[in-house]
């Protein structure tokens, strides 16, 4: 790495550990030292890498090298995931879980011996105290059983996060240490039934009593996770604030409640398709009188504090992912190399095969998202990942369900039966891409957030193109020129590249490929402008884009540092990520191939089209093919 | 053959007589009108002659009148020959008219002379009647009446017969009798075919009508999205229901029974007839209601008609006044941070850019938007006075109760004398003339409509 980029960082992130510094780092304890400083709000990082390629820039000091931990934190790691892995290879009967539909007491309670209810609590609130590092790794073993791995997400990647975020020094002292040892189980209320993804609906309302010491609690919630047997939970509820012009409005607040505080009463458990195990219903709260000190954050600042803790609990979703196929290729490989069919084992048929490197290249690629995500989080500051981690859980959870669903394909008509668990492992996975947003929401969260960004930024220039300004319009020929010329370069390759060299040709894919998103992002703002919003399906497609972008920086930066440190069979390391490139180069050119004005390659108007037609009759519009007139 | 000419001159017909007024169209029509019904295949002969006669067809085809000439010779004999086989029928009719007569009527035709002599006045006579019998819907009994024509005397045998017109009155007959089965808008089955090919071979006129009608119908059979049943339900209510849910096009409204139809006998000995009351909403309809300011009226508007072939109902309207701009109420105002740029939660529902969409890429087209009323729900019922109103209205308070509040007009016309239900297709010689004046041209309108 260059001096001046380690210059460069050192400015920018002075306190604490950075993942440079993490190679040198002398002792984990500085890790702890950060750790407890999270919670104080430092200023804000500049960069950020996903919103920059939008602009057509690579933020290559964001992402490169691949972050690290240090030996210290390493061994540690492993001294902890020895015996969570025993624990869910001897104690965890999943299959049982899954009929039963309940996690037996038993496996809670050495869940909440390992520690696993206060992975990311601090250590002087009796939790484990890791990093989102530690915490994705951990998250490969829990995702071996998705209930477990639910309920566990529920308690505290997204129940006592509120507190653990935006919590004062009383909140934490209160309620953390319970919650770490498990006594106390979190859960988070923000669904309504009437509010899945409308914004305007959350009816739940707090209304402050006239001693003015404590709000009194009303509504509904839905399809809360932990919520029948949650003791501490995050409600999110409307109250009415004063604002500055002195008018009255409704603004969101979260509240820490205890279901001892009364009128609490939770719903039959649902009946799911998958994650049986874990617990979901209705909470309703009737005149539960919640004391003012509760309020996470301020009053009416509920909002921010949901999305903060949404954001960044979405990354472990990769990790999860990740462990997840790693232990279907286990399971299935063993198949395919003992069942034999026309003298010949399964694994020797191009298309089983075909099933095996989807699957190691989902993982790879999910694996390292995630931890690229999580190094990132876990650097100083208050890093705004949200797009990354988003990133994240769509591309997992959509490889996710196409891995699950190979992996029972390799097992043919076993795989559909419950005597194996990969029926179990489809049902189980097919949330994901439902809940902590949808990937509808994701998507359109990760293309307009870059579109916002990018938007700010070339207004400008785009209103002076516009205007017909000849300078402006002949540097953008000249740039147009210049790119359909040469390559684009981003500084990845040649003598100074962060690359390994085994990649260049990868890298420069990649390199292309966000010098062609650049221009499409600008092309796309001057055509629609605002109301860009209103195009999903474009949307769709940049947010598409995006994601395959992140999962080439990931995988490049991953395996160059594999190969430059000599990591074992980084050869295939190699192999995967030039595979992934190639692949998703290909895809990226024709998604934005699609994207530019009078494409023939888009199909958009016409899916419109029928969607409209069949949703004006809703119903399927055409005669049956055996129908006659006459 | 001739339905687009035909079709022409009707549309002809309708422009001339809106454009002057009903009144006038009652002048003009007896000359031309009776024309179309599709009882009277004569008249429509003599017309195609005078309109045949004209420079440019007989130039394109020659052949033509003699043709026509032949049509022209049964029309010299129609009187006499016609009112023998009305005759047949009329007798038939007099006790009942199904068509198991109709068809036993056929049967002793064929019967009674093997050389089938007079078989085309016959089949003309036959033609005429079909719609007193109800069977003018019906490809079967078309069929047999072709059987009627004796089988391979009329195909031409040689050149010179398939080059002139080989007895041009009975294939007139046999075209005849298809445009009326285009008429009615029914489609020709194969055994149609084979029948015509028996008579009068496989390229005469006949032939390509039945080619012509099978090339089209196939078609326009779904040309109409939204197609009315040959046959309405006989309930009044379940006619009102169908009505409705026909005009509201929103798949949520929903249809409510406000009342049965029954008939009560008081103490005293009146009897009491209860009207039924149908009435459709959609949940945006009640909310709308909702909304409305109790200040201002509702009305309640009607009755407006609907016609579904060739029966008529009315539908009834509870609508307002269109809001004034100063009384709109300002869409509720969402917390910014909840669908502003930024968040993830629930989706970004903008962007803040200063940047509008580009001309290029606006598809979109300048519509005139015209402010109209809002119409809050519809009804129909069996009566069409005040009384029978006000219980909709009441009913419709049960589901949005802030109408109790709210000033209820009613501005009803004169109502209809009588509602139309399917009951009513007997018609009353009273009614028929009144009716008929409405139904002339329905034929030729689902002919097109099919």
Redesign the interface.
């Known amino acids: 790495m260059g001096l001046n980029k380690l210059t460069l960082l050192t400015s920018t992130v002075r306190l604490g550990r950075n993942v440079f510094a993490g190679r040198f780092a002398k002792t984990g304890d500085c890790l702890h030292r950060f750790q407890s400083r999270r919670s104080v709000r430092s200023s804000a990082r500049s960069l950020a890498y996903a919103k920059d390629l939008f602009l057509g820039k690579v933020n290559k000091a964001e992402v490169f090298p691949y972050p690290e931990i240090s030996n210290e934190e390493l061994e540690e790691m492993n001294q902890l995931v020895q015996p969570v892995e025993k624990f869910f290879s001897e104690d965890v009967d999943s299959k049982k879980i899954d009929h039963e539909a309940v996690i037996p007491p038993e496996t809670l309670k050495g869940l909440k011996e390992l520690g696993l209810f206060g992975i990311q609590i601090p250590e002087e609130y009796g939790g484990l105290g890791l990093s989102n590092t530690m915490y994705a790794r951990l998250g490969e073993i829990t995702s071996l059983d998705a209930a477990i791995a639910v309920t566990l997400a529920a308690h505290q990647a997204i129940g006592l996060k509120g507190i653990l975020i935006a919590g004062n020094e009383a909140q934490k002292a209160k309620y953390l240490p319970k919650l770490a040892t498990g006594e106390h189980v979190a859960a988070f209320c923000?669904t309504e039934p009437g509010s899945g993804?409308?914004?305007?609906s959350i009816q739940t309302r707090a209304t402050l009593t006239e001693d003015g010491k404590h709000f009194l609690l009303n509504g509904t919630k839905f399809w809360i996770s932990n919520g029948g047997w949650a003791d501490i939970m995050t409600v999110f509820a409307r109250t009415e604030v004063v604002d500055k012009d002195g008018q009255k409005?409704?603004?969101?607040t979260a509240f820490i409640v205890e279901r001892a505080f009364g009128g609490i009463t939770s719903g039959k458990p649902e009946d799911k398709l998958g994650i049986r195990g874990s617990n979901t219903c209705e909470v309703l709260f009737e005149d539960t009188k919640v004391p003012i000190e509760n309020v996470i954050g301020e009053v009416g600042g509920g909002?921010?504090v949901?999305?903060n803790i949404?954001?960044n609990g979405r990354f472990s979703m990769g990790s999860a992912g990740a462990g997840m196929i790693k232990k279907l290729i286990e399971l299935t490989s063993e198949y395919a190399g003992t069942r034999k069919q026309f003298n010949r084992s399964l694994s020797e048929f191009g298309m089983i095969q075909d099933k095996f490197a989807t699957m190691a290249l989902n993982a790879f690629v999910m694996e390292s998202m995630a931890y690229l995500t999580a190094g990132m989080m876990d650097r100083p500051g208050v890093p705004d990942c949200?797009l990354e981690a988003?990133m994240v859980k769509v591309f997992s959870s959509e490889g996710s369900w196409i891995c699950v669903s190979e992996a029972l394909q390799v097992l043919g008509g076993l795989g559909f039966t419950k005597n194996y668990p990969y029926e179990r492992y489809l049902r189980d996975c097919r949330i994901l891409q439902i809940f902590e947003?949808t990937n509808?929401?994701?998507r359109?969260?990760i293309a307009?957030?870059g579109?916002?960004y990018a938007?700010?930024i070339l207004?400008g220039k785009?209103?002076e193109m516009?205007r017909g300004n000849v300078g402006v319009v002949f540097e953008i020929l000249g740039k147009k020129l210049k790119d359909s010329v040469g390559t684009v370069d981003f500084g990845l390759t040649g003598k100074d590249g962060l690359v390994h060299p085994s990649l260049t040709e990868s890298a420069k894919m990649f390199e292309q490929n966000a010098g062609f998103f650049g221009s499409t992002v600008e092309s796309l703002?001057?055509?629609?402008?605002?109301?860009?919003?209103e195009e999903q399906l474009v949307l769709k497609k940049v947010a598409d884009v995006l994601i395959n972008l992140y999962a080439m920086t990931a995988v490049l930066s991953r395996t160059s540092r594999s190969i430059s440190i000599g990591l074992r069979n980084h050869d295939h390391e190699v192999l995967l990520t030039n595979t992934f490139c190639k692949d998703a180069h290909f895809k990226n050119n024709f998604l934005l191939t699609q994207l530019q004005?009078n494409s023939p390659e888009n199909n958009d108007a016409n899916i419109k089209k029928i969607a409209q037609e069949v949703l004006a009759k809703?119903a399927y519009v055409c005669?049956h093919p055996l129908d006659r007139?006459? | 053959m001739n339905a687009p000419r035909h079709l022409f001159r009707i549309q002809c017909i309708g422009c001339v007589t809106r454009f002057l007024g009903t009144p006038v169209q009652r002048v003009i029509l007896p000359g031309g009108a009776h024309l179309q019904t599709p009882g009277s295949q004569h008249s429509n002969g003599q017309f195609l002659r005078s309109f045949h006669c004209s420079a440019v067809c007989t130039t394109s085809r020659p052949n033509r009148t003699e043709f026509e000439k032949a049509v022209e010779h049964p029309t010299q004999h129609k009187d006499k020959s016609l009112i023998t086989h009305d005759d047949l029928f009329e007798r038939a009719a007099r006790d009942s008219n199904t068509k198991a007569d109709f068809n036993r009527v056929v049967d002793v035709f064929n019967k009674a002379d093997i050389r089938r002599r007079g078989h085309v006045e016959f089949i003309y006579a036959a033609l005429k009647k079909m719609p007193e019998f109800g069977v003018e819907r019906d490809i079967a009994v078309y069929n047999k009446l072709l059987d009627v024509f004796p089988k391979e005397v009329f195909v031409p045998q040689n050149f010179i017969q398939r080059m002139f017109n080989h007895y041009p009155r009975q294939q007139e007959c046999g075209v005849q009798l298809l445009e009326q089965i285009e008429n009615y808008g029914i489609?020709?089955?194969v055994e149609t075919k084979v029948l015509l090919a028996q008579i009068f071979g496989e390229k005469s006129h006949p032939m390509r009508k039945y080619q012509r009608i099978?090339y089209w119908?196939?078609?326009f059979?779904?040309a109409n999205p939204f197609p009315v049943p040959h046959v309405l339900p006989g309930d009044p209510v379940e006619l009102a229901r169908f009505s409705l849910t026909r005009i509201a096009d929103d798949?949520d409204a929903k249809v409510t029974i406000y009342q049965y139809p029954s008939t009560d006998i008081t103490e005293t000995g009146q009897e009491v007839t209860r009207p039924h009351i149908l009435g459709i909403q959609s949940p945006d309809q009640r909310s709308l209601l909702a909304k409305h300011n109790p200040c201002r009226p509702v009305y309640v508007e009607g009755p407006f008609p609907l016609w579904l072939r060739k029966t008529c109902v009315h539908y009834f309207l509870l609508k307002a006044d269109p809001i004034p701009p100063e009384e709109k109420v300002v869409e509720?105002?969402?917390?910014p941070?909840?669908?502003g740029?930024?968040?993830?939660?629930?989706?970004?529902?903008?962007?803040?850019?200063?940047?509008?969409?580009?001309m290029?890429?606006d598809e979109s087209f300048y519509v005139d938007d015209v402010e109209e009323g809002l119409v809050y729900a519809m009804c129909m019922a069996g009566q069409g006075d005040q009384a029978t109103l006000s219980q909709w209205i009441s009913g419709l308070q049960e589901t949005c109760p802030i109408l109790g509040q709210i000033p209820t007009v009613f501005r009803l016309e004169s109502g209809p004398r009588e509602l139309q239900t399917s009951s009513d297709a007997q018609q009353t010689p009273e009614q028929e003339v009144e009716i008929d004046q409405i139904i002339e041209d329905e034929p030729q309108r689902s002919q097109r409509v099919n």
Request: charged content about 30%; overall charge positive; proline content about 5%.
């Open positions: 923000l993804s409308d914004a305007a409005k409704d603004k969101i909002f921010k949901a999305m949404l954001n949200s988003a947003g509808e929401i994701l359109m969260y307009l957030t579109m916002q938007g700010k207004t785009i209103k516009k703002l001057y055509r629609y402008g605002k109301t860009i919003v004005k809703r005669s007139t006459f | 489609i020709p089955n099978m119908f196939p078609r059979k779904h798949l509720e105002d969402v917390d941070e909840l669908i740029p930024e968040q993830s939660l629930f989706y970004p529902q903008r962007v803040e850019l200063d940047l509008e969409r580009d290029g890429d």
